[in-house]
């Protein structure tokens, strides 16, 4: 979180574009923006400080306290050995501190991919590390090709039901470490109902435990909210016992759980532990080497075409669902602390983080939503908390797993919990009823089917969202003036799908009265039409004609000039406004209308036309 008086370079993280910007040519790839734009890091580094250091440092050292357990567990959700947790642990954190776009994403193995690569992968690593580069080099391809604005269709309210729901999801499953229980399923329903049947098996260590960090945890947040600002006229002393207080509010999370550590410690000394401890992590570094193109097995030897087959589905689900749920955490935390993301970017983040770190025995990684609260509720500034985890994270795997052992998992939980909390936003529902209740039907999609998995909640979202799209476009609104003219202006553009629409309000208000009138297509809004459009105006035009009346226009603009002169509609009339048209129409002398010919368009339309 930035301090006051931050410089604004940071707001280079996603920052918006001026508004004129998208009707500059982009820059070239290898200009000064271009280089920028393809890394972000550039935008921030020149200004970097060592408050934003401070802050990287405590935010990074938080996540890498969360994420070494997190990875352990995720490992054997995959179906894995602990070890490749920890294994993917670690190069999302280094790739996206030159090429992420958000300041609190934070790239690793998370639940749902772990779900998705135990029922793609078999249970066997080999296939596992495979589906991390094949799905990177998905990922990078989309994001070359510059398709992230596909995943602009994830609209606000699917983020914000992704977001409650995976608040609940995220928080609820941690309550299992938090009061000890073991052999919880990670489904939510089956979750919901095995916690409250064994809710007599609590432990009585964990659960105080887990309620004292929680404890501890608010009350750090609340000294930090109401800390006063630092003036430069207070005394030296005063101003060294608020930045004390400051370190220890904002590094709460690495402080709850070194101190929950350290009580484990002196419970495992006197040789009695009433805590789930994280455990024993096996040693080293992964060694570098090219991802398993076959595999050899006790019926043989199984070569990439067929690892390819056996995984199947899992090609297209795997990069789908790990962009859809990263780029839903980026746009909720980018939405939350007011900046941007670029999803092309993003792209090419998460697919060369996937790619190398195949190279690494990675399997496949995602934005953690978890982590990343985590990430932002410590106050990072900049993705360069990410290499203080990373590192975390590597001499985790080769010096410092024995002092991890002892961090009990229900101060991560309250950790966790903490941190997700605020992020459930109860108002966004009386919000859309009173703006558009419409989008509570996306909202409240997202939100319930996430409970069931979030990859479906999320697509489910959207897709309701895109036929709410779907159906604006092909039933547009339509302003109808009744009088001796018939006067229909569309309210938005018209396209193939709404012209039947348009072809039965017309029929039905003017060729179908008795008797048949004439009308004015008012089409101020209309920015452009296509040939099916055109078809339908046409047959219009014809209907019209055969009963004695007439169809005009009014207020076409260049492009749709240019379609009708292009395809050469007979007795086609304009007018410049609806008074002339009406004039015409209603039979009063002195007013000409325009046919579609370039040689009575008006003058300086014929300019733009040429242009």
């Not at 998370?110 to 991390?132: D, G, N, R, W």
């Not at 302003?479 to 072809?503: D, I, K, M, N």
């Not at 749709?560 to 009339?573: F, I, N, P, T």
């Not at 009063?588 to 579609?596: F, H, L, S």
Request: a neutral charge; proline letters at 7%; aromatic letters at 10%.
């Amino acid at each position: 979180m930035p301090t006051p008086g931050m410089p604004s370079s940071l707001k280079a993280l996603g920052q918006a574009r001026p508004s004129g910007a998208s009707m500059a040519p982009p820059a070239g790839c290898c200009s000064p923006a271009g280089v920028q734009r393809r890394l972000p890091i550039l935008a921030w580094l020149p200004d970097y400080s060592v408050q934003w250091l401070k802050m990287d440092f405590i935010a990074g050292l938080s996540v890498g306290l969360t994420v070494i357990p997190q990875a352990l567990a995720y490992a054997e959700v995959a179906g894995l050995p602990p070890q490749y947790g920890l294994y993917s642990a670690f190069m999302g954190c280094f790739v996206y501190f030159f090429l992420g776009t958000s300041r609190d994403v934070t790239l690793g193995p998370t639940a749902i991919m772990s779900l998705l690569v135990s029922f793609y992968t078999f249970h066997e690593p080999a296939y596992a590390v495979l589906l991390a580069f094949l799905s990177g080099c998905i990922q990078l391809a989309m994001g070359f090709l510059r398709l992230g604005f596909l995943l602009d269709f994830i609209s606000c309210p699917v983020i914000k039901g992704f977001t409650s729901a995976a608040t609940i999801t995220i928080g609820f499953g941690q309550i299992k470490n938090l009061l000890g229980l073991q052999d919880i399923p990670r489904q939510f329903f089956l979750q919901v109902y095995q916690t409250f049947r064994k809710v007599g098996e609590t432990r009585v260590g964990d659960a105080v435990l887990g309620l004292v960090c929680m404890v501890l945890l608010l009350v750090l947040k609340l000294m930090r909210d109401h800390v006063p600002p630092v003036h430069p006229e207070m005394p030296p002393g005063v101003r060294l016992s608020h930045g004390l207080v400051w370190t220890a509010t904002t590094a709460r999370n690495a402080l709850v759980v070194s101190f929950a550590a350290l009580v484990a410690y002196s419970f495992e000394v006197t040789g009695y532990q009433p805590f789930v401890l994280t455990g024993q992590t096996a040693e080293g570094l992964p060694p570098v080497r090219t991802p398993p193109f076959s595999v050899t097995t006790a019926n043989g030897t199984v070569s990439f075409t067929e690892m390819v087959q056996d995984m199947g589905a899992g090609l297209a689900v795997v990069p789908l669902m790990g962009l859809l749920e990263s780029i839903a955490v980026a746009k909720s935390f980018a939405s939350q602390n007011n900046y941007r993301v670029d999803a092309n970017q993003e792209l090419l983040a998460i697919g060369l983080t996937n790619v190398l770190g195949s190279l690494v025995s990675s399997y496949p990684v995602t934005g953690s939503f978890g982590r990343t609260a985590v990430n932002a509720q410590s106050g990072v500034c900049t993705p360069a908390g990410g290499l203080v985890t990373g590192a975390l994270v590597l001499l985790s795997l080769d010096y410092l797993t024995s002092p991890f052992y002892y961090i009990p998992k229900s101060a991560l939980a309250a950790v966790t919990i903490m941190a997700v909390a605020p992020l459930f936003d109860a108002s966004i529902f009386r919000t859309l009823w009173r703006v558009k209740r419409l989008d509570l039907l996306p909202l409240c999609v997202t939100f319930l089917l996430c409970f069931w998995e979030v990859q479906y909640g999320i697509l489910a979202g959207t897709l309701v969202s895109v036929l709410i799209l779907l159906h604006s476009v092909a039933r547009p609104k339509m302003q109808v003036s009744e009088g001796p003219v018939l006067v229909l202006q569309p309210a938005s553009g018209l396209h193939f799908p709404a012209v039947e629409a348009l072809r039965e309000a017309i029929l039905s208000r003017a060729l179908e009265a008795s008797p048949p009138r004439c009308a004015v297509l008012e089409c101020t809004h209309v920015c452009s039409i296509d040939y099916t459009v055109v078809l339908g105006l046409e047959e219009l035009l014809g209907d019209f004609h055969r009963q004695g009346v007439t169809l005009a226009f009014v207020g076409l603009q260049v492009p749709v000039l240019r379609v009708l002169l292009s395809a050469d509609l007979k007795g086609v009339q304009y007018f410049s406004t609806l008074e002339e048209a009406e004039k015409h129409l209603s039979q009063e002398p002195g007013i000409q209308p325009y046919n579609i010919s370039e040689d009575s368009v008006p003058e300086h339309k014929v300019a733009l036309l040429k242009a």
